[in-house]
């Protein structure tokens, strides 16, 4: 459960901590006080998406913080990034900079938005004023069903087969062109694959070539500097090379050796010089006979080039891309030629995934059959604790063609009086009617999940007297299972609240600033009274905001001690 929310500079909101409690904890004040910034807040540090905008002006940056307790510690958002509930404790933070930046930490350890959010989504669920809208579109209706019968693990084990079976289905349709279309592309990739064959492309090629093609634009360079090099070594007709005159000193000084070992020295020293210039003289002649240039060469490396160039703009940038669709083409070409052994075998191999699929689709909708039986019946008993005892409720089932989704189209029927026929929910309920309804389908659905704390943000709209006490009775019953936070402006669903906090709105210093204070019972009669009356707060108002104090406590009773 959430135990404390922690803010900082989000809209009007300075700095407020707000120490929740277990069991119904109720948020009221005036319009336009910042009831909503306190539910951003929560959205923000469960790593839902937020704008800077978000921001107090002024401020570099906004920071929220919740702390959790009694959190399981087999969680699974907690295993699957690697996170640990220390004695069950978690707290979540989100620095939101005005730059548009994030930093979340979950326990101290640094994480990502998403994997913020995953966390949090596990943790607390809200209900926003607008969730009963959602009913009004019946594509949401089967996700609410299969939510219902956690049907999650049949539902991918036929998405697979039917991705399989659509795959093949894709298959088969590119292989079944007209005989004409065929022809013409057969006869195109014909021209292309003989185009490529005839060019004998090599990888790397292009490299060479252009290595070789720059050696022969510069050959005259090439043969004067080799030239020069080797009569620098070697020498000419008239005069001595460095190899000989270096020889020529080395038998100088062995002849003074004699007369000192160190002339010895300098003699060997000489002689590995002449060797190693003689090696290098050898390489010198290797590379004049590698660079062999002929005007002829160059026209030819020049066309293969210009080849290479014409071909990269109809089949790639590189000659391994034209190499690589040349390839493809090939294959395509193959498939075409042997396209009709290839359909016959995927037909076979079709009729084959079309059953599994098949059998899969109605083992599906048998089970969200069952479980829609399961859930009238869920429904129908909530809606009469919420003052709808002549509702009827059900679910219409629609057998479609095979989709991602089964075989099932379904939507949710009405009847809100005697006499009426079920008709679907949006031509028939009315917004407080879709308010319990949507507060209905929550709770059932909640009993399947592990989330320990709901936040209802003003679900109670258009709701109102006899009706507004069963939703606060409602929500007192929940909250002995879970904690419940509620944003409301009903007197009968404050009054039932276990801890009851006011959002007050004031100016200081020319500067608009919200806080969140906890109510005595003093400071809850005064709020009830003031929404019940308002502005005009008499001594009747507060007797009666006493009175539904007292019989909210009295129902609370009757339910237990015992709460979340």
Do not use: W
Request: with cysteine; proline share 2%.
């Amino acid at each position: 459960m959430l135990l404390l929310l922690h803010i900082e500079n989000i809209a009007v909101i300075e700095e407020a901590d707000i120490q929740f409690d277990s069991g119904f904890n109720a948020l009221t004040g005036e319009t336009g006080a910042g009831k909503s910034i306190v539910i951003d807040a929560m959205g923000a540090v469960l790593g839902q998406r937020t704008s800077r905008d978000i921001i107090r002006t002024g401020a570099a940056k906004a920071f929220v913080s919740a702390a959790f307790a009694q959190v399981p510690e087999d969680l699974p958002a907690l295993a699957e990034n690697g996170l640990t509930a220390e004695d069950g404790e978690l707290l979540l933070q989100r620095e939101i900079f005005a730059d548009g930046k994030n930093a979340c930490r979950v326990n101290g350890r640094p994480v990502t938005v998403a994997q913020l959010r995953r966390v949090g989504n596990s943790l607390l669920n809200i209900h926003g004023q607008h969730d009963g809208q959602q009913l009004l579109d019946e594509e949401l209706h089967i996700t609410y069903l299969d939510g219902f019968g956690r049907l999650e693990g049949e539902i991918n084990a036929y998405r697979a087969l039917y991705d399989a079976m659509a795959k093949t289905r894709r298959q088969i349709g590119e292989l079944k062109m007209d005989e004409a279309e065929k022809a013409r592309r057969a006869d195109m990739l014909e021209r292309q694959i003989g185009e490529l064959e005839d060019a004998q492309l090599q990888p790397g090629e292009e490299e060479a070539l252009a290595e070789r093609r720059n050696i022969l634009r510069n050959g005259e360079k090439f043969t004067n500097a080799i030239g020069q090099a080797l009569s620098s070594l070697n020498g000419g007709d008239d005069y001595g090379g460095a190899v000989e005159l270096l020889e020529e000193a080395s038998r100088a000084l062995e002849r003074l050796e004699p007369f000192g070992t160190q002339f010895g020295t300098l003699a060997e020293r000489l002689e590995s010089l002449r060797l190693e210039a003689d090696d290098v003289a050898e390489t010198v002649r290797d590379l004049e006979r590698d660079y062999d240039f002929s005007p002829e060469e160059l026209d030819q490396v020049e066309e293969r080039c210009d080849r290479l160039y014409r071909l990269k703009k109809k089949y790639g940038a590189t000659v391994e891309d034209m190499l690589a669709y040349l390839e493809k083409s090939r294959q395509e070409l193959n498939a075409i030629q042997t396209a009709e052994d290839t359909i016959l075998l995927l037909e076979r191999e079709l009729k084959g995934q079309e059953k599994k699929a098949r059998a899969a689709a109605e083992q599906l909708s048998q089970s969200r059959r069952k479980a829609a039986a399961a859930l009238e019946a869920r429904i129908l008993t909530e809606l009469r604790q919420l003052d709808m005892p002549k509702v009827q409720f059900s679910i219409q089932f629609t057998e479609e063609e095979m989709g991602p989704g089964g075989m099932d189209s379904v939507r949710f029927l009405m009847s809100a009086n005697v006499g009426e026929a079920l008709r679907p929910i949006q031509k028939v309920a009315s917004g407080g009617e879709l308010a319990r309804i949507m507060l209905a389908l929550k709770n059932v659905l909640a009993e399947n999940e592990a989330v320990g704390t709901m936040v209802f943000d003003e679900v109670d709209t258009g709701v109102s007297g006899r009706a507004a006490q069963k939703v606060a009775e409602k929500l007192a019953q929940v909250s002995r299972s879970k904690q419940v936070l509620c944003v409301t402006h009903l007197p009968q669903l404050a009054a039932m609240a276990d801890v009851h906090f006011r959002v007050e709105k004031g100016e200081r210093g020319g500067r608009t600033y919200t806080q969140v204070v906890q109510l005595d019972r003093a400071g809850r009669m005064d709020e009830l009274a003031r929404i019940t009356g308002g502005e005009t707060i008499t001594e009747a108002l507060l007797a009666g905001a006493g009175e539904l104090l007292d019989q909210a406590a009295a129902y609370k009773g009757s339910l237990g001690e015992e709460r979340a």
